[in-house]
C-alpha cells in the first residue's frame, strides 16, 4: 500500500486533531507543515514527529506530499487552494471552506482544471451516526422526512467569543451542511439573531433559522456561544431527523470527558472524533481510491448561500427565497 503523504498549511488547535488522526492512520504520513509565524510551527512539528517548511512553496514543491490541510484563517483558504492545485496536489480545506460564493467557484474551478479532489471539512456528516442515518433515508425506512433539527448550545468564554464570527458563519455553516446532506435543498429561508452583550463583541451569539426545503421538509437550526442548556437531556448538539415513519438522533451528550483545559466547560468526543473521521476518510477514500467527498465544494457553495441568506433575512426581516 503506498504511504499517502500529508502536510498541512497552519498550525492551530485543529490540527493536533488532523494529526492525531494521520498518525494513527495505517498508509498515511504527516511530511510536514507551515505555519505563519514559525516559532509555533516549529514547536507543533515537534510534538507532531513532522519537518517545518519555511514557506508554503517550499511546501508545494516537495514530492513526498501527495495532499495538503489548508487548516488557516477563512479568508485565505481560497489563495492556498489555489496554490496547492496549480501543484497537483489534492487538498482538505477547513469550514468555512472560503469567504463568498466568488471565491468557492474559482476554488471549485482551480480544482477540477488541475484534476485534484477538493474536500471541504464537512465533518459532521462523517459522524457513524449521521451516515446511519442518511444510509435509513435513502431505503426509505423513516418514511418522508417532514422535519429536520439542529441545535447547538455550547457557551463560549468572551476571550473565545471575541476571535469567533458570530454564530451564523461559525455554526450555522455546520448546521447548513449537515441539512443539506440529509433534508435536501433549501427553498425559503427566514433568520433571527441576538446579541447579548454588544460591549465585549458586536457579533451575534444567539440566532435561530427556519428553512423550507424544496421537498417540502422543514428545518429548524438554532446556534448559542450565550449558554449552556442544563436541563436534563440537554441541547448540547443535537440533530434530529423526523419521518413518517422513524426518527433518529444523534447529540453530543452521548460521549463526554469532563475536561476544563479545553474551549469549552467539558470535552464533547464526538467533535473531535467527526474531525479524525474526515481525515480518515479524506486519505483513505478520495486521495486513495479517488472516491468523492460525501460533501463537495458545490455543497459548500450552497451552503455559503444559505449563510448570505439568513445574514439577508436579518438584515431585512424577511422570508429569502432561494435558488440553487
Not at 9 to 35: K, M, T, Y
Not at 233 to 256: A, L, N, Q
Amino acid at each position: 500500500m503506498k504511504t499517502i503523504g500529508i502536510a498541512f498549511i497552519g498550525a492551530g488547535d485543529i490540527a493536533d486533531l488532523h494529526a492525531e488522526a494521520i498518525n494513527a492512520l495505517p498508509g498515511a504520513e504527516l511530511v510536514g507543515l507551515w505555519n505563519r509565524t514559525h516559532g509555533k510551527g516549529a514547536s507543533k512539528a515537534l510534538r507532531y514527529g513532522c519537518h517545518v517548511y519555511s514557506s508554503v512553496d517550499e511546501m508545494l514543491k516537495d514530492p513526498k506530499v501527495d495532499a495538503v490541510f489548508v487548516l488557516t484563517n477563512m479568508q485565505t483558504h481560497c489563495e492556498y487552494t489555489l496554490k496547492a492545485a496549480a501543484a497537483g496536489k489534492h487538498i482538505l480545506v477547513e469550514k468555512p471552506a472560503a469567504a463568498s460564493i466568488a471565491e468557492l467557484e474559482k476554488m471549485k474551478a482551480a480544482v477540477e482544471k488541475a484534476g485534484v479532489k477538493c474536500m471541504p471539512v464537512h465533518n459532521y456528516i462523517y459522524e457513524p451516526a449521521i451516515e446511519r442515518t442518511k444510509e435509513m433515508i435513502l431505503a426509505g425506512k423513516l418514511g418522508k422526512i417532514v422535519q429536520f433539527y439542529m441545535l447547538y448550545n455550547i457557551h463560549h468564554a468572551n476571550e473565545i467569543r471575541v476571535r469567533y464570527p458570530g454564530v451564523i458563519r461559525q455554526i450555522l455553516t455546520h448546521h447548513s451542511y449537515t441539512m443539506l446532506y440529509l433534508a435536501g435543498d433549501p427553498k425559503t429561508v427566514s433568520c433571527m439573531m441576538h446579541t447579548t452583550d454588544s460591549t465585549i463583541a458586536p457579533q451575534e451569539n444567539i440566532t435561530m433559522a427556519n428553512v423550507k426545503m424544496t421537498n417540502g421538509t422543514l428545518s429548524h437550526l438554532c446556534a448559542s456561544f450565550a449558554n449552556d442548556d442544563h436541563a436534563g437531556d440537554p441541547w448540547s448538539c443535537m440533530i434530529k431527523v423526523i419521518g413518517t415513519k422513524g426518527s433518529t438522533r444523534y447529540s453530543y451528550r452521548d460521549f463526554v470527558i469532563n475536561d476544563s483545559n479545553g474551549a469549552h466547560s467539558q470535552t464533547y468526543q464526538n467533535y473531535h472524533e467527526s474531525i479524525k473521521n474526515t481525515a480518515r476518510y479524506f486519505i483513505n477514500r478520495v486521495v486513495r481510491l479517488g472516491d468523492a467527498p460525501l460533501s463537495s465544494l458545490k455543497d459548500a457553495i450552497t451552503c455559503q448561500k444559505l449563510i448570505e441568506a439568513y445574514e439577508t433575512s436579518v438584515k431585512h426581516g424577511i422570508h429569502v427565497q432561494l435558488h440553487v
